[in-house]
């Protein structure tokens, strides 16, 4: 269903896995439609810190730096109990 930000959440998580096994333009192609699912996740839950940082995490990972800020930053304003953690990964 694609209202379900839970489904949006998982496959950008596939994505990134399957990212992380291999290399060029397909590695470029699976980030990005990771991305894509995470924007789709968090425009559907806005309040869950955990897509933020994870979206935050494959921006990084993407090498979207200043994006990966933005993301973590909101996680630990969406969250501030949990702050210590978005901004470890922030570091």
Do not use: C
């Not at 060029?24 to 995470?38: M, R, S």
């Amino acid at each position: 269903d694609a209202t379900q930000h839970v489904v949006w959440g998982n496959l950008a998580e596939a994505y990134g896995a399957k990212a992380g096994k291999v290399t060029g333009a397909e590695k470029d192609e699976l980030y990005q439609k990771g991305i894509e699912a995470f924007q789709k996740a968090v425009e559907l839950k806005p309040d869950d810190a955990a897509y933020h940082n994870n979206f935050g995490l494959m921006l990084a990972r993407a090498k979207k730096i200043p994006e990966a800020q933005a993301e973590l930053t909101k996680a630990a304003q969406v969250d501030p109990a949990s702050a210590g953690k978005y901004y470890y990964n922030l570091g």
